[in-house]
């Protein structure tokens, strides 16, 4: 079992900055792939950002290219979800995610599905 505990959500203006951290405890010493998804009421839980086990590889929704970096320190099992340029549609619950991989395989995944292990989530409300 994985234990994921996000933190950093909360209030921002838009056009402002907020660090997303998700810190997995338990079994770690197996790959994972992470990935960040978000939901609004009456929403489907949307796909963020997702980054594979080294973090050499790193995939982004359409709406959060080039403003959000998705990036991971494995010696603190920490996956980091830095977001700019905020926008109050970014508004959402925000959960990290754990998907067990082969570490020779590499890769990562924007299905929720996908996914084995979630975290509780982090309220992120921008303001306009």
């Known amino acids: 079992q994985v234990q994921l505990l996000e933190s950093g959500g909360g209030l921002a203006q838009a056009g402002g900055s907020l660090r997303l951290s998700c810190v997995a405890s338990?079994?770690?010493?197996?790959?994972?792939?992470m990935g960040w998804f978000r939901q609004v009421p009456g929403k489907e839980r949307e796909f963020v950002a997702a980054i594979s086990w080294s973090g050499g590889s790193t995939g982004y929704a359409d709406s959060v290219k080039g403003r959000f970096t998705l990036s991971r320190d494995n010696a603190k099992n920490t996956v980091y979800l830095q977001m700019h340029s905020l926008k109050p549609e970014d508004t959402a619950v925000y959960y990290c995610?754990?998907?067990?991989?082969?570490?020779?395989?590499?890769?990562?995944?924007?299905?929720?599905?996908?996914?084995?292990?979630w975290g509780q989530g982090t309220q992120v409300t921008v303001s306009s």
């Open positions: 338990g079994r770690t010493s197996r790959a994972y792939a």
């Open positions: 995610a754990a998907a067990s991989v082969n570490p020779y395989r590499g890769g990562y995944y924007s299905s929720a599905n996908e996914y084995d292990y």
